[in-house]
């Protein structure tokens, strides 16, 4: 008879290893798909020897349900803390081996176990997504478990980053988990998320679709704005999730940690390249990441929602090792106008970075809001005012850059001093006005152009009068709403020293519950 400990022994070693997960066979057929196990991927996104795991011997209790064939151990989620370059993190793994990592009341909550542990100590919570979704033979008791997750995922917004990674199926309810957390990540063709699959779409639509189609990484980051990052495999997914996290602060009540940075360019930081980045030609497009980059510190920018709404670029970089976010508008997409998606995708990046204490620099260049039925029907004004509002209600430090146009009421939308940015800067060539200079012209000299002996040549000649007197940064900078005409050259130096000042900066809100964000 063995004595009570080696009965433990036995236990916590043979046993139960041969109980975790799914089996070699299992684990076989996610490699043959080119998808890690749930523990490999742990492995591999945490510091080496780091993992702790928490829940191990969970038996799972779908035997309650008539399947007492299997008694898995851990159930059908790996769950625990560990540390990212030595930052304490909390993890959740879904093993596909087990019952197809469908969810299960026990899952559920051994997930709800380490949401409550990452909020109770301030640290960030990453879920790694492979599951067929509600555990069948559970019932209702496991939509019971998605919904307790649902809360707490909402109750952890905005206290601690929430980072999910989608490495497979993620169908039904169970994409809404993700969708409330701050970022999605999704693997190509080995993962995909939807409401409904394929099946119903056709019996519903009679469309013929398949699953990489109607919610794979492609569709979602560049139609649906789903998922934030598209990544090429596993391994590179788990790298973004850790450079992603490098931006970050663990907590809302916590700094993104500084880094160490050397003089850019050893000349006092002046950048002279961008002199010469706006184009002669108004109406000639840049591309809004070569003045990003140039700006800030070496290789820091991180592009979030690269291929969604193109017309906007957002992402994280570091400037004199701080860490700020970035929402510039992008010339060499649609003229870098604004729209319903690219407002949609700034206005959540601006409340990120406003939630987690992320200083906010704005780089200008917007002709204004695109026009037309398609926009308006699909509520530009509601979508619009997304974005508006984010930036209204953003306390962090606050900076614009206004490079070229600054028209109409996007002026006013992109982070102006009117709506409490802390700095706005306007490089030379910024047009700052009501609309641009052909239309204006065309409306308030109407009268004298019809009636000139040649019209075009008055037009024109009202074109350049506007021009000079109207869109120019000096009109904004004669009111103090200009802060300071720089030389372009000078940007980088302008805005270390200005997002350093600003380092203290509170702000005491109006009292309230929360505000009505128009959703
Ligand atoms: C229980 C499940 C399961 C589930 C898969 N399995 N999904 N067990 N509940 N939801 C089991 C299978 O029986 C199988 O067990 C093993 O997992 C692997 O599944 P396969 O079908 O062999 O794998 P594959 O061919 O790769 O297909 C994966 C899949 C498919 C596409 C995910 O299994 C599937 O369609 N599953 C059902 C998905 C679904 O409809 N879920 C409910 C969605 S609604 P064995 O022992 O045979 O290997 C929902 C509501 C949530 O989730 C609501 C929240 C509010």
New binding site residues.
């Given amino acids: 008879m063995p004595n009570s400990k080696e009965k433990y022994t036995v236990l916590a070693t043979k046993n139960a290893e041969a109980l975790l997960g799914g089996g070699q066979d ?1 684990i076989d057929a996610q490699h043959k ?1 080119g998808k890690l196990s749930a523990r490999e991927r742990i492995d591999f996104l945490l510091d080496e020897g780091s993992f702790e795991e928490i829940g191990k011997f969970v038996m799972h209790r779908t035997r309650d349900f008539g399947m007492d064939k ?1 008694h898995f151990l851990g159930d059908g989620v790996v769950t625990g803390y560990g540390t990212i370059n030595g930052r304490l993190i909390y993890v959740f793994s879904q093993d ?1 081996t087990v ?5 299960s009341e026990a899952y559920a909550e051994k997930i709800c176990k380490i949401m409550d542990l990452a909020m109770k100590n301030g640290a960030p919570i990453i879920g790694l997504n492979d ?7 559970e019932g209702v008791v ?2 019971a478990g ?2 307790d997750i ?1 809360y707490k995922n909402t109750q952890a917004s905005g206290v601690i980053p929430q980072i999910s990674a989608i490495m497979g ?1 993620c ?4 994409v ?1 988990s993700p969708a409330i957390t701050d970022f999605i990540m999704m693997v190509e063709n080995t993962s995909y998320m939807f409401v409904t ?1 394929p099946n119903v779409v056709k019996t519903v639509t009679h469309e013929d679709v398949t699953s990489e189609e109607l919610g794979g990484a492609s569709t979602h980051s560049t139609k649906s704005g789903v998922t934030h990052f598209s990544c090429a495999n596993e391994i590179e997914c788990i790298n973004n999730l850790k450079k992603l996290l490098s931006y970050l602060p663990q907590n809302c009540e916590d700094n993104a940690p500084m880094e160490d940075y050397e003089e850019k360019t050893g000349a006092g930081e002046s950048l002279p390249s961008l002199d010469s980045i706006i184009p002669e030609n108004p109406n000639q497009p840049y591309d809004m990441r070569e003045v990003i980059e140039t700006v800030v510190d070496k290789d820091s920018f991180f592009e979030v929602h690269k291929n969604f709404a193109e017309n906007i670029v957002v992402g994280f970089a570091r400037l004199a090792g701080r860490s700020i976010g970035i929402v510039g508008n992008q010339p060499a997409v649609l003229a870098g106008v604004l729209d319903i998606n690219s407002s949609t995708k700034a206005a959540r990046f601006v409340r990120f970075c406003d939630s987690f204490n992320i200083p906010l620099l704005v780089l200008e260049d917007v002709p204004g809001f695109l026009p037309g039925t398609d926009q308006e029907w699909h509520g530009i004004i509601t979508n619009g005012a997304k974005l508006l509002y984010a930036f209204c209600e953003a306390t962090v430090p606050r900076i614009t850059v206004i490079t070229r146009k600054a028209y109409g009421g996007a002026y006013d939308v992109m982070n102006s001093k009117h709506i409490g940015a802390d700095m706005n800067y306007a490089w030379p060539t910024a047009e700052i006005a009501v609309m641009g200079a052909k239309g204006a012209a065309e409306i308030i000299f109407k009268a004298e152009i019809s009636s000139a002996e040649n019209p075009t040549e008055k037009l024109n000649e009202k074109v350049e009068e506007y021009d000079r007197k109207f869109a120019n940064p000096y009109r904004a900078a004669y009111r103090g709403y200009i802060d300071e005409v720089i030389m372009p050259n000078e940007t980088r130096q302008k805005l270390i020293r200005a997002f350093k000042m600003l380092e203290n900066k509170v702000v005491v809100a109006p009292r309230k519950k929360h505000g009505n964000i128009p959703l």
Avoid: N
């Fill in positions: 299992r798909k299997q596909f019952f197809g990592g469908s969810l599951s067929g979704g509600a555990r069948i033979q496991s939509l998605y919904a649902f199926p169908a039904g309810g169970a809404y699959g």
